[in-house]
């Protein structure tokens, strides 16, 4: 008798462990439901960007605040690291927990815009006249301007003042003499110049100055201008003045043998300046070098953009959409502009703020011929960045010549 | 799972009696069998939210043209075997499987016999042995973004370690990361260091179970040395050296972390492997599907060696 009752506890026991193992599980499906407000007073907004490293993160916090307060909302604020941020949106529109205001680098805008996931700025009535035709054209997709940015930034030469003081050479201008001086300036452990041809979308980009200057075009890459270009990157790194590295160099890593002194001068854009600023460098830039003398150099537009993801409740759209044109308006475009080494978008400041900053004269020209990467190609764009990488690669490697990498790449 | 139903048939009286029992005991014994039930609820909910959901779900994807718009619309038309046309009639189709057969087996190679010798040197006892294990398992301990971006300064060109190590007595330096010729071997030699430690762990644990008498009856007759090793080491090692071998082969396979840390497929495509293309179709071009579909290929690869590892350590029958 007493062994049977010990047994049924026993069971008893036992059903109540596997029910409360299953319990848990059961809960934890039930959670995690909307919080959309219905219509009515819109007091926080909530924003992701990539801008996680400092001194950018405070510096955009402290914007982005001023910017709440203006339009009278609080600001909750998400950032995390840049490569993983299109990850994370997708994961976010999947299920409908888009922020309020979703910052992205502006080649990414049409891919995102053509999913519906973004709303165009007209529907809002937000001012989009004044701002770089090359910055509009990056944030639009199908006639409509779907983000905001209050500045951009885009390529340079860099070189280090006392080594080319040394050799007496001026900063080069044309190709010729990027490869001439490059030559010149390469001794011992020192290359004459650095530049990225990395595997990824840094090389692709590190390269278009080059390629667009020399008039090819990214819809036809098997031009014979294309190829010139590619001549001179491989010219440099077959004569010696460029380290073979240049394949597996970053922009960071090329960032980083500048400032050890391994390079004498370097193509990188000026978002590296609060970097250079920080070692003893003595540095300056000048425009990328051209073709020919009197060649207008035709770089690159990089920089990011804000936007109004769908999230489906008007009202806050209607309030990320005010924030947004806060966010880029001119106080805060000088600002940004001033702080983080970037150009303000607006063309009309470009002068105001060379004036203020006048390191920045280079690139602040360089932007007003920029192009974006997605203007002539949209969501085509990055199978054409991998094509022009690859092709940089089997050049710089050997493997096919210049006349015939970017063929070869194209059938990958 | 077999083992659970051994365990329930065992314990459940016989059906037989079910129709000439009174009707109370019947109900005591249903209830009976939903808490076995209840038991196997959790590992079951487990397995198929964790394992089961992502490999349909993967294997349906290959099927569909499954982009970035997808995640906003919830719609990815049935496209058949498109993505399996795309990935395979890639030029980089055939590159990427040959790297990434000879990624795994050069891999492979390298950390078992590594491993096996360093599990046999710490098998004696001497002073700081333990110690020093315990040190060789830090490859294992370091996040594997960390290891390849230290190893990627290792082997620069110009800069690295590695080079003037070389330089220094007297040889030239090899461009381990951007030559197409090298940059293979450069990621299999780093591979090869990730995998030493789970290697040096499985053997040693085996080692230890291996009877002292069989090494000192041996030794009477005279078998020392290579001799002991060939003939009572190896035999009784077979068991953990083929658990070894195909759960290595199986994490090899899938390596895309160290390989994107130090080349990203590079130089001129020289380090593509299946799972590099599988990544870089997935989330650089965002072809979701056609990554869906390089991934597939890998599992069914995974598979084919898992069946063999099942087979190995399944218990005889009686």
């Known amino acids: ?138 944030a639009s997709y199908e006639g409509e301007v779907y983000g905001l940015g209050p500045v951009v930034n885009t390529l340079g030469l860099f070189y280090n003042v006392e080594m080319l003081d040394e050799a007496g050479i001026e900063p080069p201008k044309t190709w010729e003499e990027l490869k001439a001086a490059a030559a010149q300036l390469t001794e011992g452990d020192r290359y004459g110049v650095g530049f990225s041809a990395v595997a990824t979308y840094e090389g692709a980009w590190q390269f278009l100055p080059f390629m667009w200057t020399n008039g090819a075009d990214e819809t036809d890459l098997t031009s014979p201008e294309a190829a010139e270009a590619l001549k001179l990157w491989v010219d440099l790194v077959e004569s010696g003045s460029a380290s073979e590295s240049v394949l597996n160099w970053s922009q960071a890593d090329v960032k980083d043998q500048f400032v050890a002194g391994n390079l004498a001068m370097m193509v990188n854009g000026p978002w590296q300046i609060p970097a250079l600023e920080e070692s003893d460098v003595e540095y300056a830039s000048v425009q990328v070098p051209v073709n020919e003398e009197g060649a207008t150099p035709v770089a690159p537009l990089g920089g990011e953009v804000w936007t109004v993801p769908n999230t489906g409740d008007e009202a806050k759209q209607a309030k990320a959409a005010e924030f947004v044109e806060c966010i880029s308006n001119d106080e805060n475009q000088m600002a940004i502009a001033t702080a983080t080494y ?71 | 799972m077999s083992v659970i139903q051994e365990h329930i048939n065992g314990v459940s009286p016989p059906a037989a009696a079910g129709g000439t029992e009174p009707p109370a005991r019947r109900k005591r014994l249903r209830r009976d069998d939903v808490v076995k039930f209840m038991f196997i609820v959790p590992a079951a909910i487990y397995v198929v939210l964790f394992f089961g959901y992502p490999v349909v779900k993967n294997i349906v994807m290959g099927f569909q043209d499954y982009t970035t718009q997808t995640f906003f619309t919830g ?85 690295g370690v590695l080079n003037r190590a070389l330089g220094a007595v ?54 020392t040395g290579w001799k002991a090793f060939w003939h009572i080491t190896l035999p009784n090692l077979k068991g953990v050296i083929s658990v070894v071998l195909v759960l290595g082969v199986v994490y090899t396979l899938k390596v895309i972390d160290i390989i994107l840390g130090l080349t990203n497929g590079g130089p001129a495509n020289a380090t593509q492997t299946i799972a590099i293309r599988s990544y870089q179709s997935s989330f650089v071009d965002f072809e979701f599907g056609v990554g869906a579909a390089f991934s597939n290929v890998l599992i069914l690869i995974s598979l084919v060696f898992a069946l063999v590892y099942l087979r190995t350590t399944r218990r005889p029958a009686n």
């Open chain 1, 1 to 138: 008798m007493k062994k049977t009752h010990a047994s049924s506890t026993r069971r008893r026991l036992l059903s109540a462990a596997a029910t409360a193992a299953v319990v848990p599980l059961a809960l934890t499906a039930c959670g995690g439901g909307s919080t959309a407000s219905d219509g009515g007073e819109v007091e926080t907004l909530t924003v992701l960007d990539y801008y996680n490293n400092e001194p950018e993160k405070t510096l955009w916090q402290d914007a982005l605040e001023a910017c709440g307060t203006e339009v009278g909302v609080t600001i909750e604020r998400e950032t995390m690291p840049g490569a993983d941020l299109i990850q994370k949106v997708l994961q976010r529109a999947s299920s409908n927990t888009l922020p309020d205001v979703l910052m992205l680098d502006n080649p990414d805008v049409q891919e995102i815009a053509q999913t519906g996931g973004l709303t165009p700025l007209s529907q809002y009535g937000v001012d989009t006249s004044g701002f770089a035709d090359g910055i509009l054209e990056a």
């Open chain 1, 342 to 412: 970037k150009v303000p978008t607006r063309t009309d400041l470009i002068d105001d703020y060379v004036a203020e900053v006048p390191s920045m004269e280079a690139f602040a020209e360089q932007v007003r011929n920029a192009r974006s990467r997605t203007g002539q190609l949209g969501t085509d764009w990055p199978e054409t960045a991998t094509d022009i990488y690859t092709g940089i690669q089997l050049a710089l490697t050997g493997q096919a010549e210049p006349e015939e990498a970017f063929e070869q790449a194209g059938q990958g």
């Open chain 2, 75 to 159: 719609e990815a038309p049935w496209v058949g075997l498109t993505n399996y046309v795309t990935a395979m009639s890639s030029q980089l189709f055939v590159p990427a499987l040959w790297n990434t057969a000879v990624f795994t087996f050069g891999s492979i190679a390298g950390q078992f016999a590594i491993g096996l010798a360093l599990a046999v040197f710490f098998h004696r006892k001497f002073p700081l042995s333990n110690f020093l294990r315990a040190i060789l398992l830090l490859p294992w301990l370091l996040p594997l973004i960390v290891a390849s971006a230290t190893w990627r300064s290792i082997m620069d060109l110009d800069g």
């Open chain 2, 170 to 223: 007297g040889l030239d330096a090899i461009p381990w990361l951007t030559n197409p010729d090298y940059a293979l071997l450069a990621v299999i030699l780093v591979n090869i260091w990730v995998g030493i430690p789970f290697n040096v762990t499985i053997l040693y644990g085996g080692l230890q179970e291996i009877p002292e008498e069989q090494y000192e009856a041996a030794a009477l007759d005279g078998a």
